[in-house]
């Protein structure tokens, strides 16, 4: 559940209009706003108005649009160091925080159906929990979370959840989960506000007044026989309504259905702008995907802007498409700057279209790694990354406390949920006994079951994590891979983390290859098309720079996992498991793929992970049949 640190501004939207900001003239601003600043003195507003100055630079917008982001930037501010003050003296008394925070839960759900029936209120610590409350799965929540969407109240939570919020799916289906109030406002107290500390102490650049391209897009809602809204619960531009106008984007564009007529639209008012302070989205692969589409389309987001004009190739309502062409002008000196830059080459381009470009910010480990590295290696280069989060559907796992680590290291959150730890040795057993924050190991990797703020007790998330150190009494950990994306035909169970690494190894000895997507499928789901007896990988890559790789180059990769690998290389040997199958697919390939499991998963581009392992044979069969070689 990535969501947009901008969402503070919804926070601060309700004190902004109280204060009743009023331009007049050329800029004047009414007194009652002096009175609610608090600038009781001309000195004062004078040295306001020069930091004011001094933040904004030369970029020319709305004194409204820029008072409410300078309030946001600093109320914020304050609450950042606020709750990172608290984060420290959690950190110092973790026993104790996990603790409250469990039996906050428990009280609080206490009265529910399932509350009554695991009898929570008689709960007196978390030995008393775990003795009693089995480890759980999505099956045992599954008719539960149906009698909520079908209207029942006071089944798992207290209250009527905001949304059924969808899993992006990468371990099997998308599941249902419920969202509640207390799983956002956690959220952005716990992580939002700790992390913006973070990013500015890190990058004090962020605190201008330069506007954000902010790409994300208005998902497709539905709604439950009880009439609850069924979606992702990341930002969304609905949610994040109030503070559009500190985006480049207008918002007319986000009501545009069309995902690629969106990304355009971000594009072209992005471009317009070269000012731009900030890259945000939920995930690097959002951001990859957009300079994709920018290499594609450039000539004709160059037209429009030169002419200030919107493409005709937009399929646009009519007044939508009025609003649009309402805030172009023609612009051919910017026009021609981007060309210009565009014809040096797409290496190190965000920084050559805006030079004052201060940071991308998105996540950028687990599946979105290799974006992240494209992105550094190529479009991106020499801008830094921020990865602020570790995050779900279920909530806020962790904070990036250290932006400028090339790592990405997360510090559990102590007080977002009740955490507890399965030793990776033990994942296959029936009954695994589970370990606590303060019992953990350096070193050692661990399953995560968490117990959230809505309606999840003793849950296996499935996410596999290493511990690397420890912040005071608080662990720091690593995402490492999904159970459900392992490789496994023989029982030799090949992770994410280590088959990326073996892929990486022999990328290095293709020349001129460079990653741009891959994934996996175990042969089994194959059928006949699998091209082979025995249980293999079927790998599929889109690279760029070479349009075939020999036999000798494919079976590099299938060396450099038995290298990383002593089970995988031990199957090998005995002949228990076959030499991996290498295919090349077209170009935009994977970008057509993960449209097709956007649509079956009903995930949104906001929320969606590319799977590293397919399960599913109409994927692989899709890829087949885009082979090159």
């Not at 009265?111 to 409350?133: C, I, N, P, Q, V």
Request: glycine content about 6%.
């Amino acid at each position: 559940m990535a969501l947009s640190w901008f969402y503070i501004v919804l926070t601060l939207c309700c004190a902004v209009a109280s204060v009743g900001i009023a331009i007049v003239g050329q800029g004047q601003i009414i007194p009652s706003l002096v009175a609610a600043l608090a600038l009781s003195t001309a000195t004062g507003m004078t040295l306001v108005l020069k930091e004011f100055s001094s933040k904004l630079g030369a970029e020319m917008r709305p004194v409204g649009s820029v008072l409410s982001q300078y309030l946001a930037l600093k109320v914020v501010g304050w609450l950042g160091r606020r709750q990172r003050r608290k984060l420290e003296e959690d950190t110092r008394k973790v026993e104790q925080v996990q603790e409250e925070t469990l039996l906050k839960r428990l009280r609080k759900h206490g009265g529910t159906t399932y509350g009554r029936k695991y009898d929570f209120k008689s709960l007196k610590d978390s030995a008393e929990f775990r003795a009693r409350h089995p480890i759980t799965t999505y099956e045992h929540y599954r008719e539960l979370i149906q009698r909520v969407a079908a209207g029942e109240e006071k089944v798992v939570i207290s209250e009527k959840p905001l949304i059924l919020a969808m899993t992006s799916g990468t371990s099997g289906a998308s599941a249902m989960l419920l969202s509640t109030k207390d799983t956002n406002t956690e959220f952005f107290l716990l992580g939002v506000t700790v992390c913006l500390d973070a990013m500015r102490k890190a990058f004090p650049a962020t605190e201008s007044l330069q506007r954000t391209t902010k790409f994300f897009y208005t998902p497709t809602l539905r709604q439950s026989e009880a009439g609850l809204p069924i979606g992702p619960n990341s930002s969304t531009p609905a949610s994040s309504r109030h503070m559009l106008n500190l985006y480049t984007t207008p918002a007319p564009a986000f009501e545009v259905p069309s995902e690629k007529d969106t990304l355009y639209l971000h594009l072209l008012f992005a471009l317009k702008d070269p000012t731009v302070g900030t890259l945000e989205s939920n995930f690097a692969s959002t951001v990859f995907y957009a300079f994709v589409s920018l290499q594609e389309h450039w000539q004709e987001l160059v037209g429009d802007i030169e002419r200030g004009t919107v493409s005709k190739a937009l399929a646009l309502d009519p007044k939508v498409r009025s609003s649009l062409e309402a805030l172009m002008k023609p612009d051919p000196k910017r026009a021609s700057q981007i060309q210009a830059e565009i014809q040096d080459g797409f290496r190190g381009i965000a920084k050559r279209l805006w030079p004052n470009l201060n940071l991308v910010l998105a996540v950028d480990s687990g599946s979105n790694q290799i974006y992240g590295e494209m992105l550094r290696e190529s479009y991106c280069q020499g801008v830094p990354f921020y990865s602020p989060f570790y995050a779900a559907t279920e909530g806020l796992i962790g904070v990036n406390l250290w932006p400028e680590e090339t790592s990405r290291r997360y510090l559990l959150c102590p007080r977002s949920m009740f955490c507890e730890f399965l030793p990776e040795h033990s994942l296959e057993q029936d009954d695994p006994p589970t370990l606590l924050m303060q019992e953990v190991k350096e070193g050692h990797n661990y399953e995560l079951v968490i117990t959230n703020a809505s309606g999840l007790y003793r849950y296996r998330i499935g996410d596999i994590v290493k511990v690397v150190g420890f912040h005071n009494q608080c662990p720091i950990i690593e995402f490492q891979y999904r159970r459900g994306q392992m490789l496994n035909v023989r029982g030799e169970k090949v992770s994410e983390h280590l088959f990326l690494g073996a892929l990486k190894n022999a990328l290095s000895q293709w020349p001129g290859a460079q990653l741009v997507d891959y994934c996996c499928a175990e042969s089994g789901i194959m059928g006949d098309s699998s091209g082979g007896s025995d249980p293999h990988y079927q790998v599929f890559l889109e690279l760029k720079g070479v349009r075939n790789l020999t036999e000798e180059q494919r079976y590099k990769l299938d060396i450099c996992l038995q290298q990383d690998s002593a089970v995988y290389k031990s199957f090998r040997i005995k002949g228990s498991i076959g030499p991996m199958r290498v295919q090349l697919v077209a170009p935009g390939a994977f970008n057509e793929l993960s449209k097709k499991m956007m649509s079956f998963s009903e995930t949104t581009p906001n929320t969606f992970k590319m799977h590293r392992v397919i399960r599913r044979k109409e994927y692989a069969d899709f890829l087949l049949g885009k082979t090159l070689s």
